[in-house]
């Protein structure tokens, strides 16, 4: 499985990102799908995650009622939608897939993208 992030930029605080990520090849047997982010000098990070069947989803404390994942089954794209930012989310966001059928907010995924940069400036 190929995972490509995209949407990353530079925004101000208050604002908002969606950012993509695209799954191509062999995505049967993906339970779960996150998002992880790293910001300089620290570890990476769970920011959120869904089910492949969409139906459940999970949110890090420090985002939960800012971001929202969702999924677009027929472009087998999984999105964040992050709003109200804060400079402390400035981080290299990844997204991740999982073929276990347990949730983790451990960095314990199968497959990553490449991360894609969002800089929150003050």
């Known amino acids: 499985v190929q995972l490509q992030a995209s949407g990353g930029g530079l925004v101000q605080a208050g604002g908002s990102l969606r950012l993509s990520c695209a799954a191509s090849?062999?995505?049967?047997?993906?339970?779960?799908m996150g998002w992880f982010r790293q910001a300089p000098g620290k570890e990476r990070e769970f920011a959120a995650a869904m089910s492949w069947s969409g139906y459940s989803t999970y949110y890090a404390d420090s985002v939960k009622g800012r971001f929202t994942i969702s999924r677009d089954s027929a472009k087998n794209t999984v999105y964040l939608q992050m709003s109200s930012l804060k400079p402390e989310d400035t981080a290299v966001y990844y997204c991740?897939?999982?073929?276990?059928?347990?949730?983790?907010?451990?960095?314990?995924?199968?497959?990553w993208g490449q991360g894609t940069l969002v800089t929150v400036s003050s």
């Open positions: 991740a897939g999982r073929k276990r059928p347990s949730l983790t907010t451990t960095p314990d995924y199968h497959y």
């Open positions: 090849g062999r995505t049967f047997g993906t339970y779960y």
